[in-house]
T-cell receptor
């Protein structure tokens, strides 16, 4: 089955700096890669996703890149703000209907004011 | 629009007791899921359902049972709780047939402690 590895497990950055979280996956059939943000005491919430036919996607201060050949994808957050502090999960799945999603182990991001 | 609602939010059980977690969604989603979240292990799929009256095993199904008698509800049962089932449980739903998205919508979680 699919295996998703995520690094680092914790990340501290100064407010205004950039943060990068990296994930690798094992199943070449995976074609949908979402990123979820989990705030303290809440459920995960989708913040951005990318499909395998796209190499990069941006949404304001967040961007995701995908390298299908190397089977890795990354989340980039620029101009970090204290409200970006949360746990971030990457995931890999085969899109369409039932979502057989495999999650990474999570990255706890702390943005220091 | 409440989205995905889980009850209860907190529960403490003794080893061997039974309990049921209830998940309700109001988005007319076809698919529903139960995950458990443990430190350093991310989210692991326990059971899932692709429609009313159907259920299937996920990655870590042992010790749990589920039922989906109504499309909007997905129940997770523990027949004889064990300390290893201490965890935070998340319900999720997905797939509005009119939308082309793989997004999972999560509830706020149910924290279960088994003593």
């Amino acid at each position: 089955g699919e295996n998703v590895e995520q690094h680092p497990s914790t990340l501290s950055v100064q407010e205004g700096d950039s943060a990068v979280i990296k994930c690798t996956y094992s199943d070449s059939a995976s074609n949908y890669f979402p990123w979820y943000k989990q705030e303290l005491g809440k459920g995960p919430q989708l913040i951005i996703d990318i499909r395998s036919n796209v190499g990069e996607k941006k949404d304001q201060r967040i961007a995701v890149t995908l390298n299908k050949t190397a089977k890795h994808f990354s989340l980039h957050i620029t101009e970090t703000q204290p409200e970006d502090s949360a746990v971030y999960f990457c995931a890999a799945s085969i899109s369409g209907g039932y979502q057989k999603v495999t999650f990474g182990t999570g990255t706890k991001l702390q943005v220091i004011p | 629009n409440a989205g995905v609602t889980q009850t209860p939010k907190f529960r403490v059980l003794k080893t061997g007791q039974s309990m049921t977690l209830l998940c309700a969604q109001d988005m007319n989603h076809e698919y529903m899921y139960w995950y458990r979240q443990d430190p350093g292990m991310g989210l692991r799929l326990i059971h899932y359902s692709v429609g009313e009256g159907t259920t299937a095993k996920g990655e870590v199904p042992d010790g749990y049972n589920v039922s989906r008698l109504k499309k909007q509800n997905f129940l997770l049962g523990l027949e004889s709780a064990a300390p290893s089932q201490t965890s935070v449980y998340f319900c999720a739903s997905s797939w509005d047939l009119g939308a082309n998205t793989g997004e999972l919508f999560f509830g706020e979680g149910s924290r279960l402690t088994v003593l």
